[in-house]
């Protein structure tokens, strides 16, 4: 299995390119500056903006950890389209790092987390265009996994692997809480990509 991880150089996109390898998977980072990899992988150097369909062509499995920059959140949108234009037609997987805000708040599914936003929080313009990004892919055609993680996710938070898998609707934990770390979240978007499981899915998790 190959697979390829955009955005192997953030929080979490780092901490996956590692548990994948560590794995054993064929795992090959797509990043804009290769300089700043902790993993020694195969490197696509390019913009996010400048791939093109022969560059995704090998890869069985393409994990979307892009974070766009502060002011330019549209473009988590913008990436989302461009990457299901380039993989259109193709079995190739595509599995996001979301986020919360595109989660149903209750089992209803008429409302989101992004419906509760104050719009001039300032965190809103992301969880807006993230939570337009999973709808736009949960539309498509596409063999896609959108995975949200929790209301807080710790990029310092240990390993704990006691964590659980929910669907497309916030869940809190026995505490109340929707924390999960970093680690543990990595660990279970390795399961999911070496295991095969919840294509077609909007899945979040929490720690336990």
Do not use: C, W
Not at 15 to 20: D, M
Not at 83 to 91: D, H, K, Q, V
Not at 176 to 195: C, E, P, Q, T
């Amino acid at each position: 299995m190959k697979v390829a991880v955009i955005g192997a150089t953030g929080q979490a996109g780092s901490l996956i390119t590692q548990k994948l390898v560590a794995a054993g998977a064929d795992v090959t980072a797509l990043v804009r500056n290769a300089s700043r990899l902790k993993v020694d992988v195969p490197v696509i150097e390019k913009d996010i903006f400048a791939l093109t369909q022969a560059d995704l062509a090998p890869f069985d499995v393409i994990i979307e950890a892009f974070r766009a920059p502060e002011g330019q959140e549209i473009q988590h949108l913008q990436a989302m389209r461009h990457l299901m234009s380039l993989l259109e037609g193709s079995p190739t997987r595509l599995i996001a790092v979301g986020g919360t805000s595109s989660l149903y708040i209750d089992a209803t599914r008429t409302k989101r987390q992004i419906d509760l936003v104050d719009v001039t929080a300032p965190f809103y313009p992301v969880a807006k265009y993230m939570s337009d990004a999973a709808l736009e892919l949960k539309a498509s055609d596409l063999n896609y996994t959108y995975f949200s993680p929790a209301a807080y996710f710790d990029p310092a938070g240990p390993e704990t692997g006691a964590y659980s898998l929910a669907t497309d609707i916030f869940t809190l934990n026995r505490s109340g809480k929707s924390y999960i770390s970093m680690a543990d979240f990595a660990s279970a978007m390795r399961d999911i990509v070496l295991n095969g499981t919840h294509q077609r899915e909007h899945i979040s998790i929490y720690q336990n």
